[in-house]
């Protein structure tokens, strides 16, 4: 199946570059364990979208992992219409929280495995 390649704004590219240099401690370590394909797809960090930057993106399974810490306590309203309209154009969460990246990495990648389990069967049988 061909990736679906979904637009941007060509100004949130410097935002992107700068988020990735000033990763928060979660992503970091979350990053350290998906990175070079960690899980048999590639992920990418801090990727535009439209409008809205993600912390994870894998374009193969259109999966955008979002590590919520305390910048997120009060945008609740604002993620859930960015999610909902990143989903219109059929890009799947996994959201994790700051806390349990740092105190239960093994859970967050359990439900990474999972996660990606699921989509890649979907794949096959759709």
């Not at 590639?42 to 409008?51: E, G, K, M, S, Y």
């Amino acid at each position: 199946m061909k990736n679906k390649i979904i637009p941007y704004d060509p100004k949130l590219k410097q935002l992107a570059r700068q988020l990735r240099k000033n990763s928060t401690l979660s992503e970091v370590l979350l990053w350290q364990k998906i990175k070079n394909r960690a899980y048999g797809v590639q992920f990418h960090r801090q990727v535009p979208l439209l409008n809205y930057i993600v912390d994870f993106y894998c374009h193969e399974l259109m999966l955008a992992i979002e590590v919520d810490g305390n910048s997120h306590d009060h945008k609740y309203e604002y993620d859930c219409k960015r999610q909902r309209r990143l989903e219109k154009e059929g890009v799947r969460f996994l959201r994790v929280s700051d806390k349990e990246v740092k105190q239960g990495m093994f859970s967050v990648l359990l439900k990474v495995e999972q996660t990606i389990d699921i989509l890649r069967d979907k794949q096959k049988h759709p």
